[in-house]
């Protein structure tokens, strides 16, 4: 499981020129049509603006088809091969000439690139084959023939070809690599040492993707090259795997280790934090990102104002700017249940504001002011009179005793 790719298995009917099959379903693609400006100087000597749109052709097989063979593994140099590292072990140690065995092919990319089925999938990955210059389907192959590019951009836990990395890397650096760390440089040994070494490493390196950095050390004839992207990376660590440079040498290309340098390891966990704070921007609204960032002076006036909350001189961290804008937005998006909230407030103000004010127009006595202010609507009601007695009158009638006396 060393890699997601199947094997090219190609067959020669399939490998025609496109003139020469219009009926194939790869024809029913759309090219992709690469575009360029191009600001010139016309005779009367004003700038003249051109635009070139070029068709992009399909992509030629890189080797051929009757003499392409399947060949994963690699020589066996113990007695049990591990599918995971794709190497041989449990014997003796490996031989360091075996690894020393130039390449078969070679990727030319001016040459071997164009369009293939994978330009109308999105999210393709590329071709691990054409990297290494041995794919012999062309036009047919359902993976991506060409450059990476900032825009592609995959899974942590893949690289551009749809391999799994691992937890760690292998013991000789090489392999997939790890979804623990974004590793952009490359370690290249092997170089043969020259006057224009470092010229001659970058030049080669920048056939795959936009360099960085590039260091090389002379007396030991290895070389770092940083990419600026990490597609760029993994793809140029298959293409230039046992390549030759200028010499006829066979280079030893390998993951990097980190760089035990402060200066280097502040630099690229800043630019860990750019690109994190870029994706921030694009996911959020454009002019949110400008209040924050202060480009908006009105914007920015208005939280100045408004984030004071009624106190002279204070200004709301960004945590209560945040949930202040929280919960207006939740009021917003309710909508009426908020209106009638607002309108039941207010009537308790209104019946503590009546209350207030009787408390305060109340004289002082026995009575507080908020039970003369219930006692001023109650109405006595009157009592119900009792007929008179039918005896005498006098102001002793109904009057009896038991004493006779």
């Not at 020469?20 to 360029?36: F, G, R, Y």
């Not at 590793?183 to 960085?212: C, F, M, Q, S």
């Not at 070389?223 to 390549?243: D, I, L, P, R, W």
Request: charged share 25%.
């Amino acid at each position: 499981m060393a890699e997601v790719q199947d094997p090219p298995a190609a067959t020669p009917t399939t490998l025609e020129a496109p003139e020469a099959s219009e009926s194939s379903t790869a024809l029913a693609l759309a090219p992709v049509t690469d575009e360029k400006t191009i600001i010139t100087t016309n005779a009367e000597g004003k700038r003249v603006k051109k635009i070139i749109r070029r068709k992009r052709r399909p992509a030629p097989p890189q080797v051929d088809p009757a003499t392409f063979k399947i060949d994963n593994k690699p020589p066996p140099t113990g007695t049990i091969f591990n599918i995971w590292y794709n190497k041989w072990s449990g014997g003796d140690r490996e031989d360091a000439a075996l690894s020393k065995t130039a390449a078969p092919s070679r990727c030319i990319v001016s040459k071997h690139s164009g369009y293939t089925r994978a330009d109308s999938t999105p999210g393709s990955y590329f071709c691990l084959f054409f990297a290494r210059g041995l794919c012999p389907k062309g036009f047919e192959c359902q993976y991506l023939h060409r450059l990476p590019s900032v825009t592609d951009i995959f899974p942590s836990n893949v690289d551009c070809f749809g391999r799994d990395k691992f937890s760690d890397y292998r013991d000789d650096m090489g392999g997939v690599g790890s979804f623990q760390r974004q590793n952009r440089t490359l370690y290249i040994g092997r170089i043969h040492v020259t006057d224009d070494i470092e010229e001659i490493v970058a030049r080669h390196a920048a056939e795959w993707g936009e360099i960085e950095r590039v260091r090389v050390l002379t007396a030991r004839g290895v070389g770092f090259v940083t990419y600026v992207n990490e597609s760029n990376a993994q793809f140029a660590k298959e293409a230039m795997a046992h390549q030759a440079l200028d010499n006829g040498e066979v280079l030893n290309v390998r993951w990097a280790t980190a760089d035990p340098n402060p200066l280097a390891q502040k630099r690229e966990a800043r630019r860990i934090e750019e690109q994190a704070a870029e994706a921030i921007r694009k996911a959020l609204p454009a002019a949110y990102v400008a209040e924050i960032e202060g480009r908006d002076p009105e914007q920015k006036k208005r939280r100045k104002i408004e984030g004071s909350f009624g106190l002279q001189g204070y200004e709301a961290p960004d945590d209560v700017w945040a949930a202040k804008e929280k919960a207006e937005w939740e009021y917003a998006k309710l909508g009426a249940p908020e209106q009638n909230l607002m309108i039941e407030g207010r009537q308790q103000e209104q019946e503590y504001e009546q209350v207030e004010d009787a408390q305060v127009q109340a004289p002082a006595g026995i009575l507080s002011g908020s039970t003369l202010a219930a006692l001023k609507g109650y109405k006595a009601a009157a009592a119900p009179k009792q007929p008179p007695t039918q005896q005498g009158g006098g102001l002793l009638v109904g009057y009896d005793s038991d004493d006779s006396d």
